[in-house]
């Protein structure tokens, strides 16, 4: 699950990068297929950024090797890469209109002109940019530039596009019509992409795996679900979504499920192993959780505070044993209508909780 | 509502009022009484200025003039625009010395910075002297009293004119630029020349301007490192008015200068914004 399923391209071996005391990458390890969609995750100052950069030649290691389908790129400068990239400011050269912007790499490698100007007509087709070659870099929205970024990084066919927070200034709808567009053009080009985001829904919805940073290390890299489903620390149950934690007691474990205790209620885990030592702590997806009307489940508790969000209705729960609950239930169909002070019961699967290791 | 207004507009105009009167008195109006000598003195009419058309000492100074300006302006462009740099690509901690050195010669006066140059260039001066010490020369180089002097000495006093203008246009270069370009495959030459150096186009252009206006009527430099010999066309009024008060051809010249320097400007203006070189300077 955490290896790529196809060869690797890209190859990072024990990066160490510091400034000063901080260090901003702690030794990562990582493989990276061909035509992969990897995001790298992880909050601000994470070190996201500077693996990204340093792929791409603009940071110098400290420590480590990179190794790109065989061959040791960890001295090339930037420009002996071949590798395509979006930055976060998407970088357009001010002074040259989209044509040209596009046009960079390909002059730069001494291109033909004719091929050029097809290149750059085609480019402009994949992003759907047809219309605006004369246009400078200022004429155009938040939307457009990102799309000419794109376009310029993608011109020279490389076979890996870096992207940094490349949609992180553009609004939310705009984002997630983005996100679409460029999910669909990584399966067109067949394109490894090696993508930054600080933003979880947006590497939830892309990736094929994601990698969680958290201070310069490797908190945990699997495919999307199998994170959110499974996380295996605090950190990352918290980050990828939103978790109930519940420090629990192991009471037995018979059937590839574990019995339970915290707050005064038992309940059920389902595990393969439950931890050693008989106490452990368990995340719980406010959405895995069901409410219902008194005495309708297995604990009793009261509507603290309900948030609505549209389709979904996110509820504070008080229960003496648990203390605060979050729960996420769909508005059309939840067993209550949630309102503040209504007594409640509520109870969730016994796959649900997931046990975490750093409890 | 208009009334306040209308007070309003009033107590701006009696803030700038004495720097008005100022203007008025003590600029516009010697400037129309130039204008006028220029036309009656000795006799009403265009005498002088068809002396200035006529006369090749003045069409030679003239020249002289343009070229040292052009010379100069190039100069401090070139050294300008690598001072300029450097203190935006070095590390931080160096950047406000940086800024120190070179904002430093406006705390001395040009007549100081050129006789300085007088000490460093003269026959016997310190230059002349180490490389006769050091035995490459038997006899004194011309090093001023020349052209050559002029423009050392006026590189060295316009740097500043240069460096300013062009700092404030680099500080407004996101480094993403020339990173983006690398990244993209172009070499460091090619991401300085294609993406960078177009950036600071403007910032060359009001540098450009800046120093050639000022070099145009610069007196000081001029006067003192060229001896007498290279006359640039502030000394050669000077001259008229001084020594053979003719006040009338001196007057002239003024005139003439004046809408030289106006015409440079004109012409500039298609390419610079002059609001933004002028006025707006970081
Ligand atoms: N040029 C730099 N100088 C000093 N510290 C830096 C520099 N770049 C990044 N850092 C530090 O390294 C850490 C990781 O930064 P970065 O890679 O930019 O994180 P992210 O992109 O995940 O927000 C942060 O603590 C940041 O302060
Ligand atoms: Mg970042």
Known sequence: MTAPSS????????????????????????????????????????????????????????????????????????????????????????????????????????????????????????????????????????????????ARALSFRPSVLLLDEPLSALDKKLRADLQWELKDLHRKLGVTFIYVTH???????????????????????GEPGALYNAPRTTFVADFLGKSNFLDVEVEGFAGGRARCRAGGESFEVATEAPPAGGRGRVALRPERIRLAPPKGAAFEGAIRQTSYLGERCHVILDHPGFGQILVSCPTWKSGVVPEDGLPVSFDWDADACVFLEDA | MAARAFADRHRYWLLILPALAAMLIFYVWPLIQIFAISFTEPTTGFGNYVELLSSRAIRTSFVITFRVAALTTVGCLLLGYVVAY????????????????????????????????IVLLGRGGVVNDALIGLGLIDRPLA??????????????????????????????????????????????????????????????????????VISLGFYITPALLGGGRVLMISEYITYQIQEFL?????????????????????????????????????
């Open chain 1, 7 to 150: 060869p690797s391209v890209l190859s990072i071996r024990k990066a160490v990068k510091r400034y000063g005391t901080v260090q901003a990458l702690g030794g990562i390890e990582l493989d990276i297929g061909e035509g992969e969609f990897l995001t790298l995750l992880g909050p601000s100052g994470s070190g996201k950024t500077t693996l990204l950069t340093a792929i791409a030649g603009f940071t110098g290691l400290d420590e480590g090797r990179l190794v790109l389908r065989g061959k040791d790129i960890t001295d090339l400068p930037p420009d002996r890469r071949d590798f395509g990239m979006v930055f976060q400011g998407y970088a357009l050269f001010p002074t040259m209109n989209v044509r040209n912007n596009i046009a960079f790499p390909l002059k730069v490698r001494k291109w033909k002109p004719a091929d050029i100007q097809a290149r750059v007509e085609e480019c402009l087709a994949l992003v759907q940019m047809e219309g605006f070659a004369d246009r400078m870099p200022s004429q155009l929205s938040g939307g457009q530039q990102q799309r000419v970024a794109l």
């Open chain 1, 199 to 221: 933003d979880q829904d947006e590497a939830l919805s892309m990736s094929d795996r994601i990698v969680i940073l958290k201070d310069g290390l490797v908190q945990q890299i």
């Open chain 2, 86 to 117: 450097a203190i935006y690509n070095t590390r931080a901690r160096y950047v406000g010395l940086m800024l120190m050195l070179v904002l430093l010669p406006f705390w001395l006066s040009v007549l100081v910075r050129s006789f300085a140059w």
């Open chain 2, 143 to 212: 090093l001023m009293h020349n052209e050559f002097g002029v423009l050392i000495a006026m590189v060295h006093v316009m740097l500043p004119y240069a460096v300013l203008p062009l700092m404030a246009n680099m500080k407004g270069i996101d480094p993403s630029y020339v990173a983006a370009a690398r990244g993209l495959g172009a070499s460091e030459l090619t991401a300085f020349r294609q993406v960078y150096l177009p950036q600071t186009l403007p910032g060359i252009f009001s540098a450009a301007l800046l120093v050639f």
């Open chain 2, 246 to 282: 003719k006040w009338g051809l001196g007057t002239a010249l003024s005139v003439a200068l004046l809408v030289a320097t106006a015409a440079v400007i004109l012409a500039a203006a298609r390419f610079v914004n002059l609001r933004k070189t002028l006025l707006e300077r970081g």
